[in-house]
């Protein structure tokens, strides 16, 4: 090789640049210029695929919820629609339409409470002076998210139980406790807090993008702070509120741990139902029809706000013009 | 700032953040039986959780689970994500909107959707499926968060790289994807936690032989839950300590977490 080949000393450098050239020696071999147009869908096409997993695993829910199932023979029965009609009439039904009262009623509780304490925490973050103060507040909510339901369960077990902190600290005002475990609040509370940190993040943005004139010319006009909330913060955050309340909600109506744990199973959510339909009566077709009445429900209630929105703007909209 | 605002941030620090403390305590602490307060303080928990073969090999799992779960979605996401937001493409709200899908459905109804697939295609009771199903879910979050770095790297300067003679390959190395590093990065350390401490879908898909540890620890808590699952839980609220630490130290607090709108 002649010196003048080799103008770069390092070795590493030019070795990758050699295997640059090689990538582009190799694109061009295979003609990917030539893809044009076609190319961004190609770059889709690996993604879209495995999503359509979870597309075709739901359209064959839908196909299984239609047939009848022989618990007996544990075979595929002829079409029927006698899963749903399980689902809803008596003798079984009852307890399938308690179970998701119960889950629609805990997961609304839920959702408020945490819209209601995600938006002071939102506009505290947003509206702090203290840079060090905003961080810390941002870390400690994002944690309960990473660390997995079964740990969030699982702390708040040991909190509730009847040795936790929760009884400890009964007895140091003399209080005799054995605990909150198996009822609707303990299970309340575990789901508050993974959906107050969830609902804040969701609200900042629209929170942030509130002019802080505002709120002052409000209250130099004599609006005392709860007028100031109620006329003007609440109305301007609302799109992030109609999103944070449809997410929430989404992850509340499938929640499995916290009714399982620290309901001690005698709360069951329609995600615990589902589970053992399939562990207990090995049925998949039951399992199939109630997951898609979940899935419709929680389906309507994300719209339901999107097209509130959608309504407002259309309204506005015809009364400008 | 007002009382009620003061008032209602610190119960929420206090709901968030007491249940954390709570678990990192139980970690070190001696004795038969997890209480409060713990009788000694010891890291015999972390000791039976490294001598208990069924908790050790259920961490393994978790932590290949982990793996696949970020090659998958890296694999798949990050091509997708540049085609989305760099490329004129028709439909493109609709193929966003598709790719959420995993996020929209409630997680009992996916992961009861990729049991019966699994039942069907007689692959229930591998590990894979279960990293599939998790990818799938997760999916959004890595897009997310390739989306919002490269929605805040100039175009331009792609575009003067190319003028300048660079080939696209070289661009592409040399000029975007330093760009969506922080993004990239972000995404996967999100994608992994996520991975490592998935439920449901495991729930659904796993056989005993397959157990993660989720999965174990869920079934520990039947009865009294012995130490070393607290020593496990201690392990996950580090693990996802230290993401949020590094998440937010990859760029700017405000930056991650306020996105550009």
Known sequence: MHKIDQPNRDPDVAVGWRIIDGIIALRSQLRIDRLGRARPYLMLAPAVLLVS???????????????????????????????????????????????????????????????ALGLPVAYFIVRTGSRALRVLTLVILLVPFLMGEIVRTFAWYLVLGNRGLLGWSASLFGFE???ILGTPLAVFIGMVQVSVPLAALLILPAVRRIDPDLERVASTLGASPSRVWGRVLIPLAWPGLAAATAVVLLLNIAEYDMPAILGLGRLPFVANVIGDIYTLQQNLYLGSAFSLVLLAISTSLILAPLLLIWFRRWLAGARRS | MGRVVRASLALVVAIVAVPLLIVVIASVSGGERLTFPPESLSLDPYRALLGNEEIRSALGRSLIVGFEVVVISLIVGVPATIALVRYRIRFRTGIALYMILGVATPLIASAFAFLVLSTRAGVLGLLWPISVGVAIVNLPFLMFSVASSLASLDPRLEEAAATLGAEQVQTFLFVTLPGIMPGILSGTIMVFVLGISEFVISLLLSTVSIQTLPIAMFASLRGPPPPEIAAAAGLYVLAALMVVLTLTSLRSTEQFFYRSD
């Open chain 1, 53 to 115: 997993l979870l597309g075709v695993g739901i359209v064959y829910l839908g196909w299984l919820s239609i047939h009848g199932f022989d618990t007996f023979l544990l075979q595929q029965g002829p079409l029927s629609l006698e899963q749903y009609q399980r689902l809803v009439e008596p003798p079984s039904g009852e307890f399938y339409l308690r179970t998701l009262n119960r889950t629609l009623v805990l997961s609304f509780l839920v959702t408020a409470a945490s819209i």
């Open chain 1, 177 to 179: 406790s054995g605990g």
